[in-house]
C-alpha cells in the first residue's frame, strides 16, 4: 500500500489535478465539494489540497472518500491530521453505497464526483460492472445539483469489454439521455510507449510535483497517461 502510493500519487493526483484547474469548465467552480469513490490512498485528494494555494479562484474544499478496504486507514488518518480542508472517508461496498444514496445526499452536496481507477479495479474482479453503471446514472447523476460534473479517470485501454475505456462510451450515453448534460473525453499522451488517441489529448503530460527524493527508490510515475470521460450536469 505504501510502495502504490509513493508509486502512483504524483500522477494520480496531477491526472486529476489537469482537468480541475486548466483545461475544462470545472476551473470556474468556487467550490469543490468531491465524492470519490473507491479513493484507495485518496491521490486525488492529495493534489487538491497540495497545490490549493495555485486555485484561481480561492475554493472551498470538502472532500468524502468511499473505500472497501480499511487497510487504507493508516493512510487516511494521515491525510486527516495534515489537512485543515474537511476530509472523511466512509468504509463501504462501492456498490452497497450507490444503492442508496438518500442519505448521503440528505447531508452532503458533492459537485464532483471522482471515479478513478475503480473500473479497472472492478473488472479485474469481475464485478457487475452493469450494475455500477445503472446506479451511478440513477442515483448518482440524477441526484447531483446543477453545475456538477462526474469525472471517470482510468487506464487508456479499450480493446475488448475487460478494458475500463471500452465502456466510457456506454456510460456517456446512458448519461446523455438526462436532460442538460455533456459529455466530454480526454486522453494524455503517453510517453513511453505507443498510446491510443482518445477524442481530446491534453496538452501536456508531465506531473506537476517535484519528485521527493526520499521517494524516488519507488520509482514513481512521472507522467500522466490515462483516458478521462467527464460529465457535466448544467
Ligand atoms: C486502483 S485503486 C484506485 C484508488 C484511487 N481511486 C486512486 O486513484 O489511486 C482501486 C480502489 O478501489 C477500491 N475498491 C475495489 N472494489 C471496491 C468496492 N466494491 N467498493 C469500494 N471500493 C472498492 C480498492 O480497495 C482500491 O482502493
Given at each position: 500500500m505504501y510502495f502504490y502510493s509513493c508509486k502512483y500519487t504524483y500522477k494520480y493526483s496531477s491526472e486529476i489535478w489537469y482537468l480541475l484547474v486548466k483545461y475544462s469548465n470545472l476551473k470556474r467552480l468556487s467550490e469543490l465539494n468531491i465524492l470519490s469513490l473507491g479513493c484507495g490512498s485518496c491521490p486525488d485528494f492529495i493534489g487538491i489540497d497540495t497545490l490549493q494555494k495555485e486555485l484561481n479562484p480561492k475554493k472551498s474544499i470538502k472532500y468524502c472518500g468511499i473505500e472497501i478496504n480499511k487497510d487504507w486507514r493508516p493512510i487516511h488518518d494521515w491525510i486527516k491530521s495534515n489537512t485543515s480542508n474537511p476530509f472523511e472517508v466512509k468504509y463501504k461496498d462501492v456498490y452497497e453505497f450507490l444503492d442508496n444514496t438518500d442519505s448521503f445526499f440528505k447531508n452532503n452536496s458533492p459537485n464532483i464526483v471522482i471515479i478513478s481507477y475503480l473500473i479497472s479495479e472492478l473488472l479485474r474482479s469481475n464485478s457487475n460492472i452493469i450494475n455500477l453503471k445503472k446506479l451511478l446514472i440513477k442515483n448518482i447523476l440524477n441526484r447531483l445539483p446543477k453545475d456538477s460534473y462526474i469525472i471517470i479517470n482510468d487506464?487508456?485501454?479499450?480493446?475488448?469489454?475487460?478494458?475500463?475505456?471500452?465502456h466510457y462510451g456506454d456510460i456517456g450515453n446512458m448519461a446523455k439521455e438526462i436532460p442538460s448534460v455533456n459529455v466530454y473525453s480526454y486522453h494524455y499522451a503517453h510517453s513511453l510507449s505507443n498510446y491510443f488517441w482518445y477524442h481530446n489529448q491534453h496538452p501536456k503530460n508531465n506531473i506537476l510535483f517535484t519528485v521527493n527524493p526520499k521517494i524516488s527508490k519507488f520509482n514513481p510515475w512521472q507522467f500522466c497517461s490515462s483516458a478521462q470521460l467527464i460529465i457535466e450536469k448544467l
Open positions: 487506464f487508456n485501454r479499450g480493446l475488448s469489454d475487460v478494458d475500463p475505456r471500452s
